[in-house]
């Protein structure tokens, strides 16, 4: 999927624990998404990334955390998970803010 | 009232036919369009991007634009079997790239 690599690529977690995924990139794009799709819900923006270091919410960002500290790589964070966290998570990334968008193949997270 | 609004279907059309489907924004300062093709159990994938009022054709694909009325529409001619899917619309305004999605359309082509 154009460079974009995400793990793990099934997850099933215990509600209250910790848990981080990674999106790995080989393009060397400045922008990184993480989305969440549930049914009846659609994309929904969590976090995104413009830089290293540089970080900002989107739409669904409660529950969550990210950190960017190399180009490459970009973690998304549930600090303590919950059963509304199950969901499929897909990361993105995109060159700028004129060129599009191109989706890792997704995270199933089931927490339990 | 969403953003983005799609009529979650399913379309059924037969193959050999025009598939039409449709999205509406809520947004007035949005600048780019994209429509994005999801089989089941995998990720989005672009097929159609449109910045302009007016038709953007590739291949069998055309979009359509009417930023007056906030619609963009996706045309899939001589519909195959191949094309069902559920296709998303996504809208892009402002800054960083972001994108809002539409909850998609399932698209069923049926022999």
């Known amino acids: 999927d154009a460079g974009i690599t995400q793990s793990p690529r099934h997850k099933v977690t215990e509600t209250g624990t910790p848990v981080t995924l990674r999106c790995h990139q080989t393009e060397n794009h400045r922008y990184m998404y993480w989305y969440r799709q549930d049914p009846g819900h659609g994309l929904r923006l969590i976090h995104y990334?413009?830089?290293?270091?540089?970080?900002d919410k989107g739409e669904v960002s409660d529950g969550y955390s990210v950190s960017r500290s190399k180009t490459e790589d970009f973690l998304l964070t549930l600090e303590s998970a919950t059963s509304s966290q199950t969901s499929v998570y897909f990361c993105?990334?995109?060159?700028?803010?004129?060129?599009?968008?191109?989706f890792g193949s997704g995270t199933r997270l089931t927490v339990v | 009232q969403k953003e983005v609004e799609q009529n979650s279907g399913p379309l059924s059309v037969p193959e050999g036919a025009i598939a039409s489907l449709n999205c509406t924004y809520s947004d007035r300062g949005s600048q780019s369009f994209f429509w994005y093709r999801q089989y089941s159990g995998k990720s989005p994938e672009l097929i159609m991007f449109?910045?302009?009022?007016g038709d953007k054709e590739d291949g069998r694909f055309t979009a359509q634009l009417n930023k007056a009325s906030q619609y963009v529409s996706l045309l899939i001619r001589d519909s195959q079997p191949s094309d069902s899917a559920t296709y998303l619309c996504?809208?892009?305004?402002?800054?960083?790239?972001?994108?809002?999605f539409g909850t998609g359309t399932r698209l069923q082509v049926t022999l």
């Open positions: 449109i910045y302009s009022n």
């Open positions: 990334s413009y830089g290293v270091k540089d970080t």
């Open positions: 996504a809208v892009r305004a402002g800054t960083a790239s972001k994108l809002t």
């Open positions: 993105a990334i995109s060159e700028g803010t004129a060129v599009l968008t191109t």
